[in-house]
């Protein structure tokens, strides 16, 4: 028996994922053991929202201990095939990032799994709060060069997984999840607003810092924010003048952390990626990325 799980928690950068086998897999499963059903809105799978969404679980031989192959764990429910369930272990994110959990083993620095248990308090705190979408229903002003906001064209499961935010945000499909400045053979160093920043500018956007939300007369408006030193976000201002975004490999979304429509990325509510960077502008066909 052997479990493929990946922690949800990226948007620029490729998830981090965890292999367990033998007693260490049957230990995970024994410990996502379905409970009771669930039923109203905690029935509802969560939502592709910024920062941790949850943990995927994938069993690569033949699926077992009562669950399906493919499933999703969030503070304490499991989602996944005629699966609404509460899980037997309602603290297993705290299990995965424990001292001796399989978190420790990835090779992405030993504050990781600090970091990932401050994430993951702050989205049981978001979750608790449960914001309810507020449609706003003034006049936004109309962006004639901004693409369309057709998230149902990145939304399938050709596209969806292997194209991220910045793929989304320059509208285009690469199908890598594309990182700032490969293309170029300049990608970025360090994950903070100048190195970031100057990666995508080798790939041909353009950095307008006083763009101050407005359109350009040509091409289309960006903005990148930064999750400090863990991941970089990107956001596009769409033909409607308001803005969209890609969390990663999940769905595309019009609204932020609090379920709000985004008239302007500088005021979202954007979970951890607490610095705002820049506005930048893509000039459609002019730039290059992989």
Not at 64 to 81: A, E, K, Q, V
Not at 249 to 255: C, F, I, L, Q
Request: aromatic share 8%.
């Amino acid at each position: 028996m052997a479990l493929r799980i990946t922690v949800d928690i990226f948007s620029g950068r490729p998830n981090p994922v965890i292999e367990v086998e033998g007693p260490e897999a049957d230990e995970v499963l024994r410990r996502l053991k379905p409970g009771r059903k669930l039923s109203g809105r905690e029935a509802a799978e969560p939502e592709p929202i910024l920062g941790y969404r949850g943990l995927v679980i994938d069993q690569t031989g033949a699926a077992s201990g009562g669950l399906p192959g493919h499933i999703r764990y969030l503070h304490g429910n499991l989602f996944g095939t005629r699966l609404s369930h509460r899980a037997e272990d309602e603290r297993f994110e705290d299990f995965i990032a424990g001292s001796a959990g399989p978190l420790r083993r990835l090779s992405l620095g030993e504050g990781f799994p600090d970091l990932f248990g401050k994430e993951v308090d702050r989205s049981r705190k978001a979750s608790a709060e449960h914001v309810e979408r507020e449609h706003h229903r003034r006049r936004h002003h109309h962006c004639k060069c901004g693409p369309l906001f057709e998230p149902a064209w990145w939304n399938v499961p050709q596209r969806q997984p292997f194209n991220n935010c910045y793929n989304y945000a320059t509208n285009y499909r690469t199908d890598t999840f594309a990182q700032p400045g490969l293309a170029a053979g300049s990608m970025y160093t360090a994950l903070n607003c100048p190195s970031v920043g100057q990666a995508a500018v080798k790939d041909d956007l353009i950095s307008t810092p006083k763009a101050n939300n407005k359109c350009p007369k040509e091409g289309h408006l960006v903005a990148l924010v930064i999750w400090p030193g863990v991941d970089f976000h990107w956001y596009r201002k769409d033909r409607n003048g308001l803005w969209s975004h890609k969390p990663g490999g999940t769905p595309v979304r019009n609204v932020d952390n609090s379920n709000h429509l985004i008239p302007d990325p500088r005021t979202a509510n954007r979970g951890p990626y607490t610095n705002f960077c820049t506005f930048m502008v893509v000039m459609h066909g002019h730039i290059k990325i992989r």
